[in-house]
């Protein structure tokens, strides 16, 4: 009796661990739960083909979902290599969940190539190869700083901050043009130039949070590793300039296409979410 009660028990208790995602058994199932649980826009662009005409027999390969909780959260996470799209869906708990692309498919012009997923240790890893990368380049990427970033085996915490500056070109189209800058004192100033929601110069002081992850995000870089010219072999795309002063010495990116690395791009995205979050005045 005590040996059913105990087997109970655990059946119990494991059903409370799983989520929505440990249910997911066929394509369908994904497409489904991205739909009615996710975002319903998924309904216009599936990753995943229900009944594929060829069948990708890699582990890896095409077409395929897998199921890990890359992030460590305690929740299993979705991983969708689809015809599209490379994406990861993480379980953020309580019906929550969190969309991430590692790369825009079809839409554009440098896709991601899983190649295999560790889970051996912690943090998980996702290694992929970059479509405009030499195929001797392949990415080892963790889920940090609430994105997709290159793993550093080796983080350290011995960056002495001073400065960091961001200027961006003109595209072919509305991409928005300013310049920001970011001082040691968490005071910032920010000239809206073109297709941003305002126009002008302004000035602020980064609240501590935004500062904080800024500084957490230059220490896991490997600053001295980036290189200083990145681009794209596209044409019309946006030039984006980053100048970081640091340890006493300056690192200027120039980084054309904004393909350079994951962690620039979080880099930029955090700066650019930056002209509409933070309190800016003239």
């Not at 290189?227 to 340890?247: F, G, L, S």
């Amino acid at each position: 009796m005590k040996s059913l009660n105990f087997i109970l028990l655990l059946l119990f208790s494991t059903s409370c661990f799983a989520n929505e995602i440990d249910r997911l058994q066929t394509n369908q199932d994904v497409s489904n739960f991205l739909i009615k649980k996710v975002d319903k826009n998924f309904k216009k662009y599936l990753p995943l083909d229900n009944s594929p005409k060829v069948v990708d027999t890699a582990k890896y390969g095409r077409n395929k979902f897998f199921k890990v909780d890359i992030d460590n959260n305690g929740l299993t996470d979705l991983i969708i290599y689809g015809y599209r799209n490379l994406l990861v869906v993480l379980d953020n708990g309580k019906g929550k969940y969190l969309i991430r692309y590692i790369d825009n498919g079809t839409f554009s012009l440098n896709t991601a190539t899983l190649l295999s997923i560790d889970t051996t240790s912690t943090p998980r890893k996702i290694i992929i190869q970059q479509r405009e990368n030499s195929e001797k380049k392949v990415d080892t990427l963790i889920f940090k700083l609430n994105n997709f970033i290159e793993f550093n085996s080796n983080p350290t915490n011995n960056l002495i901050f001073d400065k960091v500056t961001i200027k961006t070109m003109q595209c072919f189209g509305t991409c928005p043009i300013f310049e920001m800058a970011i001082n040691k004192d968490r005071t910032a100033t920010y000239k809206a130039i073109k297709y941003n929601d305002e126009t002008g110069e302004f000035k602020a002081t980064i609240p501590i949070k935004e500062f904080t992850e800024l500084i957490a995000l230059l220490n896991y870089l490997q600053l001295d590793k980036l290189h200083n010219d990145y681009a794209v072999n596209w044409t019309d795309d946006q030039t984006v300039t980053t100048e970081i002063k640091y340890n006493n010495k300056s690192k200027t990116i120039s980084d054309y296409g904004k393909i350079g690395t994951f962690g620039l791009s979080m880099l930029y995205s955090m700066l650019f979410n930056w002209r509409k979050v933070i309190e800016w005045t003239e």
